[in-house]
């Protein structure tokens, strides 16, 4: 069967447009792989392509990212679950297993507690979404960052816009300094909490974390696990951070899946 991209479809729904690239040998199960912020389709290729013998790859560029538009301003996660669970059921016959890294991720968490009939399994990659413990260093130091940026807020009569942009210059993260138009999708989905979302998912799951990570640190991979319970497995590789998929780390997470694929034999 061939193995060459097939087709690259445009999916709209709700105002919101998505691209998917499609390859692969199976009409029947389906690999659907959902990037992180900033991201595109081109971001998880190194590992779609290694299961483009035994499934049909998805390798979806979500709105805003890639070469889809952007979505309506008001939009956040649940908008994007919402479209990509439209595409699923009007595009997709067969078994679904959802890729998601990061932001990505985010959206198969919801999309797998919603229980559909097609999705049979989940892979998740360095996906934030859930509060740090109570007493931890990085949560007491949000709770400063955002404390500080209440004040600067409430003294604008007499600072300006001077003292915000400074506080945004200087704890802003990458993401949000580059969101641009999406920085109010962004806000919403950086203080979402999906304990709820996790504690519903129950369909198999591997979390795949590098060891290495501080964007979304190996904390998250445990706490996901212990709220999923059995239906969790955790695979750390070693050395690798938040962008595990690059380099060795396609085959590695390749790999991986391989194997909990096989396991579950979807």
Known sequence: MPSAVSAVERFEHNGGTLLDEVSGASASRHLVFLHGWGGSRDSLRGIATLFQHTHRVHLVDLPGFGDAPLPPDSWGTIHYTDLVQQYMME????????????????????LAARRLPQVCALVLMGVPGLPAPGLSRARLRRSAIRGLRRVLTALRPVLGARGVEWHTARFGSKDYLAAGPLRSVLVRTVNEDLTESAQAVACPTLLVWGTDDTETPPWLAERYRALMGARATLAFLPHKDHHLYTGT????????????LQAHDV
């Open 91 to 110: 595009r997709l016959a067969g078994s679904v297993v959802l890729v998601g890294h990061s932001f990505g991720g985010r959206l198969a968490v919801r």
């Open 249 to 260: 780390g396609a085959h590695l997470c390749g790999h991986r899946i391989r194997q909990f």
